[in-house]
């Protein structure tokens, strides 16, 4: 029985063009799409928590091969790699602290396996040896209207949840007004030794956390170069290559008494 082929009718170019403009458009349309995804998620990565010693945030999403390697190595399996709708940098690694925080492993070893230096092992070593309590992944900030122990409850899940117990987070007790009787024992975060590991957070009681890990850029203001701790020697560095700029105006001009003097105009 011989077999019947059908023979493919031939292409014409008026149609093979439509076929490419259709093509085009189609693709077009889903690479804006996925760039207005990927903008969105990067726009959104400012809150992110990145694993110990990660460089700046700028720098790291230029540096951050997305390998995985740092995941990998996590024992307690806290670093996440971001995945489409995530609504954060495709592939780059961060964590969740109310999930699973850091655990403060000694060796650190999320750190020396990254190829690029998106994780700088310098920043996390004191002499010569890698030192997690060096690190800055973020710091703990305390809601005072959610936190129970600023209501007179007595909680110190937090403090007792860090691994830098009475240095990170101290208790300051306070008399109760209310009751006359008990006191308060508010939590305070020591924003100069907390490292970010969101351990506090893990172990806070409240619905939603009432004590949580921000990246200290988020967290912290700034005073400035315009502010010197003076009985800070190391402070006062600063001030080396500090320069001024003295504006003259009209009142100025006259000493600081006949500018006090002054009436004109007040009448």
């Known amino acids: 029985m011989s077999e019947t082929k059908t023979k493919k009718q031939p292409v014409s170019d008026r149609r093979k063009f439509i076929l490419n403009m259709a093509r085009g458009a189609g693709l077009a349309t889903m690479g804006g799409f996925i760039w207005s995804a990927y903008v969105d998620e990067v726009t959104a990565s400012s809150l992110m928590l990145r694993p110990p010693g990660a460089i700046k945030e700028h720098d790291f999403l230029k540096t951050c091969i997305k390998c995985g390697l740092c995941v990998e190595a996590c024992p307690y399996d806290t670093l996440l790699l971001a995945k489409p709708?995530?609504?954060?940098?495709?592939?780059?690694?961060?964590?969740?602290p109310r999930e699973i925080a850091c655990y403060m492993c000694p060796t650190i070893p999320c750190v020396p396996v990254c190829p690029t230096g998106a994780l700088d092992e310098k920043s996390v070593t004191t002499d010569g040896k890698l030192d997690i309590n060096s690190a800055e992944m973020g710091v703990a900030v305390v809601d005072h209207s959610s936190c129970i122990a600023f209501w007179g409850i007595q909680c110190d899940a937090c403090y007792r949840a860090c691994p830098l117990l009475g240095k990170a987070i101290t208790i300051e007790y306070s008399k109760n007004e209310r009751t006359g009787k008990h006191a308060f024992m508010k939590p305070v975060v020591q924003s100069d030794v907390c490292t970010g590991c969101g351990l506090c957070e893990r172990a806070c009681v409240t619905e939603k956390a009432a004590i949580f890990v921000l990246p200290r850029e988020v967290a912290l203001g700034r005073a400035g170069d315009h502010y010197i701790k003076g009985w800070d020697k190391n402070d006062e560095k600063r001030l080396e290559n500090a320069t001024?700029?003295?504006t003259?105006?009209?009142?100025?001009?006259?000493s600081a008494v006949d500018s006090l003097n002054d009436s004109k105009g007040l009448y």
């Open 85 to 96: 709708g995530d609504n954060k940098p495709l592939g780059t690694p961060y964590f969740v």
């Open 244 to 246: 001024s700029k003295t």
């Open 248 to 254: 003259t105006t009209e009142i100025s001009k006259k």
